[in-house]
C-alpha cells in the first residue's frame, strides 16, 4: 500500500528531494560573515566582519530569501524604472518575448515550409540560413540599430513610445528565434511520406487544401518541437537585449544589479528566469497536446 502511494506520489517526493540537495549544496559552499573583536592601539574593542566560506561573496539561501524577499512579497510594486516588483519585471519582458516571437513564427513557419517543398529554394538560402543560425543576439542587436535609427512614433504627448531600441530588441528576439522553427518545420515537410502527397493529387486537391489538409497536419509535430525550442531561445535572449538597451524587466534588472554587485538579486533573477522558462515550456506542451488530440 505504501509502495503504491509512493510510486503515485514520486512526481512530487522526487523532485523535492532534489531541490532539497540544490539548496544543501548551496548553503555548503556559500560564504557567511564571521564576527572578531579586535584591540586597536588605543585599547577600544572593534568587532571586525569579514566573510567566510568556499565561495564567501556567495549569499546563502536564507541571505538570498532575507535581501530579495520585498521583491517577491510586493511582485506588483512601481518604486522606479528598475526598481519594480518581481510580476510587474517578468510581465514587461513576457510582453517584449511575445511580440518578438510572433514575428519569429509568422517568418520562420513560411520559410521552413519554402525550404522543405522547393530544392530549388533550399539549394539558394540554406547556406545562408547555416551561416546566419549561430550569429549571437550580441551581434543582432547593434545592427538593429543601424537598421531601425530613424524609427520613431509617439504619442499625443509627443512621448515616444516606440522607438530604435524597441525595434532593434524585436529585431534581434525575432531573427535568433525564428532558425529552431524554420530547421524544424523543413525537416518535418521532407518527412511527409510520398503516399500522403499522391493522394491529393487523385483527389485532385488544390494547393491550399494539400497544405491545410495534408502538409500542415502532417508536419504539425515538427513544427511544434521547432516552437518550443524557439520559446525556449526568445526567453533566453531577452536577458541579452533588455541589458544591452537598458530597458526594463527581469534582464535589465539583473544588469543592475551585477553594476551594483548585489549577488542575492542576481541569484534571485537567474531563479526567476529559469522558473518562468520551465513555466512556457509547459505551458507550449499543453498547448501541443491539444493539438495533437484535436
Same mark, same amino acid.
Given at each position: 500500500?505504501?509502495?503504491?502511494?509512493?510510486?503515485?506520489?514520486?512526481?512530487?517526493?522526487? &523532485?523535492?528531494?532534489?531541490?532539497?540537495?540544490?539548496?544543501?549544496?548551496?548553503?555548503?559552499? *556559500?560564504?557567511? $560573515? =564571521?564576527?572578531?573583536?579586535? /584591540? !586597536?592601539?588605543?585599547?577600544?574593542?572593534?568587532?571586525? %566582519?569579514?566573510?567566510?566560506?568556499?565561495?564567501?561573496?556567495? #549569499? *546563502?539561501?536564507?541571505?538570498?530569501?532575507? =535581501?530579495?524577499?520585498?521583491?517577491?512579497?510586493?511582485?506588483?510594486?512601481?518604486?522606479? $524604472?528598475? !526598481?519594480?516588483?518581481l510580476?510587474?519585471?517578468?510581465?514587461l519582458?513576457?510582453?517584449?518575448?511575445?511580440?518578438?516571437?510572433?514575428i519569429?513564427?509568422?517568418?520562420?513557419? &513560411?520559410?521552413?515550409?519554402?525550404?522543405?517543398?522547393? =530544392?530549388?529554394?533550399?539549394?539558394?538560402?540554406?547556406p545562408?540560413?547555416?551561416?546566419?543560425?549561430?550569429?549571437?543576439?550580441?551581434?543582432?542587436?547593434?545592427?538593429?540599430? %543601424?537598421?531601425?535609427?530613424t524609427?520613431?512614433?509617439?504619442?499625443?504627448?509627443?512621448? %515616444?513610445?516606440?522607438? @530604435?531600441? !524597441?525595434?532593434a530588441?524585436?529585431?534581434?528576439?525575432?531573427?535568433?528565434a525564428?532558425?529552431?522553427?524554420?530547421?524544424?518545420?523543413?525537416?518535418?515537410?521532407?518527412?511527409?511520406?510520398?503516399?500522403?502527397?499522391?493522394v491529393?493529387? %487523385?483527389? =485532385?486537391?488544390?494547393?491550399?487544401? @494539400?497544405?491545410?489538409?495534408?502538409?500542415?497536419?502532417?508536419?504539425? #509535430?515538427?513544427m511544434? @518541437?521547432?516552437?518550443?525550442?524557439?520559446?525556449?531561445?526568445?526567453?533566453?535572449?531577452? /536577458?541579452?537585449? $533588455?541589458?544591452?538597451?537598458?530597458?526594463?524587466?527581469?534582464?535589465?534588472?539583473?544588469?543592475?544589479?551585477y553594476?551594483?554587485?548585489?549577488?542575492?538579486?542576481?541569484?534571485?533573477?537567474?531563479?526567476?528566469?529559469?522558473?518562468?522558462?520551465?513555466?512556457?515550456d509547459r505551458?507550449?506542451?499543453?498547448?501541443? *497536446?491539444?493539438?495533437?488530440?484535436?
Amino acid at each position: 500500500m505504501n509502495d503504491s502511494i509512493l510510486k503515485k506520489l514520486d512526481w512530487l517526493i522526487l &523532485p523535492m528531494i532534489g531541490i532539497a540537495f540544490c539548496l544543501g549544496l548551496w548553503a555548503a559552499i *556559500s560564504g557567511h $560573515e =564571521k564576527k572578531t573583536e579586535i /584591540v !586597536d592601539d588605543f585599547g577600544d574593542k572593534i568587532t571586525k %566582519v569579514q566573510r567566510i566560506g568556499v565561495s564567501a561573496d556567495l #549569499p *546563502s539561501p536564507t541571505e538570498t530569501w532575507a =535581501k530579495s524577499k520585498l521583491y517577491i512579497t510586493e511582485p506588483l510594486a512601481k518604486r522606479g $524604472e528598475l !526598481d519594480q516588483g518581481l510580476l510587474r519585471f517578468t510581465w514587461l519582458s513576457l510582453s517584449l518575448v511575445a511580440q518578438g516571437y510572433a514575428i519569429a513564427l509568422l517568418v520562420g513557419t &513560411p520559410l521552413g515550409f519554402f525550404l522543405g517543398l522547393s =530544392k530549388t529554394f533550399a539549394k539558394m538560402f540554406d547556406p545562408i540560413f547555416q551561416v546566419l543560425r549561430p550569429v549571437s543576439p550580441l551581434a543582432w542587436l547593434p545592427l538593429g540599430y %543601424v537598421v531601425f535609427s530613424t524609427v520613431k512614433i509617439t504619442n499625443s504627448a509627443n512621448q %515616444v513610445v516606440f522607438g @530604435t531600441s !524597441d525595434a532593434a530588441a524585436l529585431l534581434t528576439i525575432a531573427v535568433c528565434a525564428m532558425w529552431p522553427t524554420v530547421m524544424n518545420t523543413a525537416v518535418g515537410v521532407r518527412a511527409i511520406p510520398q503516399d500522403y502527397l499522391n493522394v491529393a493529387k %487523385v483527389l =485532385k486537391l488544390s494547393k491550399t487544401k @494539400t497544405l491545410f489538409k495534408v502538409l500542415i497536419p502532417a508536419t504539425l #509535430p515538427y513544427m511544434f @518541437t521547432g516552437f518550443r525550442l524557439s520559446l525556449g531561445i526568445a526567453w533566453l535572449v531577452i /536577458v541579452a537585449v $533588455e541589458m544591452l538597451t537598458g530597458k526594463p524587466g527581469i534582464g535589465g534588472f539583473l544588469w543592475q544589479q551585477y553594476n551594483a554587485s548585489s549577488f542575492a538579486h542576481i541569484i534571485l533573477c537567474i531563479l526567476t528566469i529559469g522558473i518562468i522558462g520551465f513555466i512556457l515550456d509547459r505551458l507550449m506542451s499543453l498547448v501541443e *497536446s491539444r493539438f495533437k488530440t484535436a
